[in-house]
Each structure stands twice: as structure tokens, then as C-alpha cells.
């Protein structure tokens, strides 16, 4: 067993792992660009099998979680933690001549997690170890068959596999993580129990048709078919076309165990546009950028339906040293929202805070005001400081009289010496207010902080 480290052991932790680090990049990047060394077979057409395997460790501590009230919140006191996964597994295609490309992918994840998580997911249930099979599927590209529309027009799969829309505001994470399964925080399990998926692309227009059962926990039985529509506008420059817009959207239909989800139709419409860029006008503001994203979801009689949005602004610096970025975005959530599927594919997206997002609310209930400021010092290293405004949309719902409910500061640095090999640092603080004191019975400051590494092939 693995015990909670006092504060000097954890600089020594990060300090030993900084030093693993340096040697281990030094050592790696001559072969970031080399092929797969797990490769088994190749055949003709670049056909080939291959292993796959990648492990990831996180050691996390907190100072005053729940603030101040972990044990009267959680049933159990929630310091300092260690998760780890591993994910061994085996890929292959096989091209054929005229007929395109069979391909398919199984994998396995064990995850861990030692010492109560800042969720209590494993609380009661020891320091929990477990194994699943997550991906297994098998599937089919059309590659030149179909050479008027273009190379890989249609992709179809079946089986154990993830499925996500845009930037993950709706679709993610179709899986569970943490109780018995292990590993809340590093999430390594994705899959839907099984997922039927038609892809169609051609030119800029792409249309995926689907139909999973999720694979939560606990099991709520939820399955969901639908399609998704995505347009890309692109701009000549030169001889060069460069994608200064993306308009995209979907329809969905769910049935599940869970009652309000239950017969309910979903509807999203999602867009990014770099304005100045795609009308050739001001050309220093060709990196502005807005996007956004809207879902209504309309549930059964007897239910209310639910809305959830965001719309941000961001601008890099691109020729200044560092490539200084900043970005606003506001998030709305109303109480009869769903969050249903949605998942991490960058820092703030869509856990929002690696305190509150992480651990204590979900997008559901919730206003947030997100500012964000970006500084890229090398090729290999980005930091990003981000500032977390939360306040509910609805007091008496959540059992409070007030709307305020915390302010939260985050700084994760993030380190990829090559294409192997990733590491991230985060510190973070939240201080609460009347909500959150009046929710949690805590009012001291919440300090956190995390170290996590992952190696792939």
C-alpha cells in the first residue's frame, strides 16, 4: 500500500520524476519519428499488425478538499492519492488491391487507484484494481473504391469503441471511470459496450451515422442512435486552402433507465469561425476566433427539457515570442440539463476546473466564466493559466439559497519531449462562496495539486 505523502515528499517526488523526465526525453526524441518498434507483421500495400500499449501514473495531493469538509461530504477524508493505468492491446489493417481496407483494434485497461479520490469514487472499497477489455472492433474504408468522392468515403465498425462530436461538449466518453474500476481522475476507459458506426466523407462534408449502448457505471441501460453533419469553409491562400470556418450539428435519440433521459430527442448545432481570416480583412487579426455550441434536449411528457451553451473568443499572438494566447468563454447550463456523454479532449474542455469541474459539479446547473491565458515557450511546452467563475442557475434546485458558488484558479504545464512521451504539472486553488459554503458546511480555501506522466506506442 502506498501511503499519503507528507509536502516534502511530494517535492522530491516531483523532483526525482523531472529528473527521470530529462533523461528519458534526452534519450527518446531521436526515435519520436521511428516506427512503431511493436510492429509484428507487414504485408503487401503497407498492410501490417502491431501492438499497442501505453501506461500513465498521477500522484495527486490537496490541501483542505471540500474545503475543509472532505470526511462530512465524502464518508471519508480525501488527501493525497496515486492513480495508474496500463493499456496493452494489438491493431492491424489489411489493404486490399481494389477493395479498400479491413482494419481492426482490441485493447484491455487496467486501472488503479490507491488512497480515497477528491470524488470518493472508491470510497468504501479499498485501494481498487480492475481489468476490461475496452476497444474490440473490426471495421471497413472504402479507400479508392470510390475515387469520385474521394479516398476513405465510407468507414464502417462495429464493436467495443468511443465516438466523439466536435470538441466533446455533448460526446466523449461513452464509458465510466473510477469505483471499482479504478483511475477517476486519468480515465482511460472510453468505449460503449458496443457501437455501430457509418462515417461518410467526402471533399469538406462528412456525416456520421450511430447507434451505442453506454458503457457507465452504474449501468443505466442508455442507448442512443442518431446522426451527426459537420461542413469545413475553406479560403485559397496561394495555392494553398486553409479552413477559416466549421459548421456542424446533430440529432440523437435516447432510451435509458434513467426516467428525465428516458424517450428524450437531442439536437445540437456547433460552429468555429476565424473572421477576419475567412474575409481577408485585417490580416493581424487573421487568428481571432469564435466558436460555439448549442444542444437542446427534448424529454418525455412529464419531464422538463433542458438547454446547454457556450460561446468563447480567442486570439494568438502567433509572431510574438511564446505565442501568448488568450481566450474568454461563457458556458450556460440550465437544471434540466443533461450532460450525458462528454469528456476531456483538452484542459477546460469539458471538465471545467480541475477542482470543481473534476469533483464536485458537472455541466448541469451551472454558469461559468472561463478566461484563459496561453504562453507556448518551445515546441515541446505549453502553460496555460486559467481563471473559473462558477455560479448555479438555480439556487432552491440545488438546495441553496445563493447562486454564487466559487471562484477557482488553475496552472497546468505540459511537456512532450516527442511523440512518446507526455508530461503535465497542475496547481490549482478554489475559494468558496455562499453556495459552496452553504452546500459543503466548508469555507476554507482548496489547494490542489497534480503530477502525471503517460508513455505510448
Not at 86 to 92: F, L, Q, S
Request: aromatic share 16%; net charge negative; proline share 3%.
Amino acid at each position: 500500500m502506498i501511503h499519503s505523502c507528507k509536502p516534502h515528499n511530494l517535492v522530491a517526488i516531483i523532483c526525482l520524476s523531472m529528473l527521470i523526465v530529462c533523461t528519458a526525453g534526452n534519450v527518446w526524441a531521436e526515435d519520436s519519428d521511428a516506427k512503431n518498434p511493436l510492429r509484428i507483421w507487414e504485408g503487401k500495400n503497407k498492410s501490417y499488425i502491431q501492438g499497442t500499449f501505453n501506461a500513465q501514473l498521477a500522484y495527486f495531493t490537496q490541501s483542505n478538499s471540500w474545503f475543509g469538509k472532505s470526511q462530512a461530504n465524502l464518508g471519508d477524508s480525501s488527501k493525497d492519492w496515486w492513480e495508474a493505468a496500463i493499456k496493452p492491446g494489438v491493431e492491424g489493417s489489411y489493404f486490399f488491391d481494389e477493395f479498400g481496407e479491413a482494419y481492426g483494434r482490441f485493447n484491455a485497461v487496467q486501472a488503479n487507484t490507491q488512497n480515497t479520490d477528491a470524488a470518493a469514487s472508491n470510497n468504501g472499497q479499498g485501494n481498487n484494481s480492475k481489468i476490461r477489455v475496452e476497444d474490440a472492433v473490426a471495421g471497413w474504408r472504402s479507400g479508392n473504391l470510390f475515387s469520385s468522392l474521394g479516398k476513405d468515403f465510407l468507414d464502417l465498425s462495429f464493436g467495443r469503441q468511443s465516438y466523439t462530436a466536435g470538441n466533446g461538449f455533448l460526446f466523449l466518453n461513452e464509458s465510466g471511470n473510477g469505483n471499482r474500476r479504478g483511475g477517476f481522475w486519468i480515465g482511460e476507459r472510453h468505449a460503449a459496450q458496443y457501437m455501430g458506426l457509418a462515417r461518410l466523407k467526402t471533399g469538406e462534408f462528412s456525416a456520421d451515422l450511430l447507434y451505442f449502448r453506454a458503457d457507465d457505471s452504474p449501468d443505466s441501460d442508455t442507448k442512443v442512435g442518431g446522426a451527426t453533419l459537420d461542413y469545413s469553409f475553406t479560403r485559397k491562400k496561394g495555392k494553398q486552402e486553409d479552413k477559416v470556418a466549421k459548421l456542424g450539428g446533430g440529432a440523437y435519440y435516447l432510451t435509458s433507465d434513467i426516467d428525465a433521459r428516458d424517450q428524450m430527442s437531442v439536437y445540437n448545432i456547433r460552429g468555429e469561425i476565424n473572421p477576419f481570416d475567412a474575409f481577408g480583412v485585417v490580416p493581424a487579426l487573421s487568428p481571432f476566433k469564435l466558436e460555439g455550441e448549442y444542444v437542446y434536449e427534448d424529454a418525455d411528457s412529464g419531464f422538463d427539457n433542458g438547454n446547454g451553451w457556450y460561446v468563447s473568443g480567442s486570439y494568438t499572438f502567433e509572431n510574438v515570442p511564446w505565442k501568448p494566447g488568450l481566450l474568454y468563454r461563457y458556458a450556460r447550463f440550465d437544471e434540466n440539463y443533461d450532460p450525458l456523454f462528454y469528456g476531456f479532449s483538452d484542459w477546460g474542455y469539458w471538465y471545467q476546473g480541475e477542482i470543481l469541474g473534476e469533483y464536485v459539479l458537472e455541466n448541469s446547473n451551472l454558469k461559468s466564466h472561463t478566461v484563459r491565458a496561453t504562453l507556448k515557450p518551445t515546441d515541446t511546452i505549453t502553460a496555460h493559466l486559467y481563471y473559473y467563475n462558477f455560479k448555479l442557475v438555480d439556487a432552491g434546485d440545488f438546495g441553496v439559497d445563493s447562486k454564487d458558488y466559487a471562484d477557482e484558479v488553475d496552472l497546468t504545464i505540459d511537456w512532450s519531449p516527442n511523440d512518446r512521451l507526455s508530461f503535465s504539472l497542475v496547481g490549482a486553488w478554489a475559494t468558496p462562496d455562499d453556495a459552496a459554503k452553504e452546500s459543503t458546511g466548508g469555507n476554507d480555501d482548496w489547494w490542489y495539486g497534480m503530477l502525471w506522466s503517460k508513455i505510448s506506442f
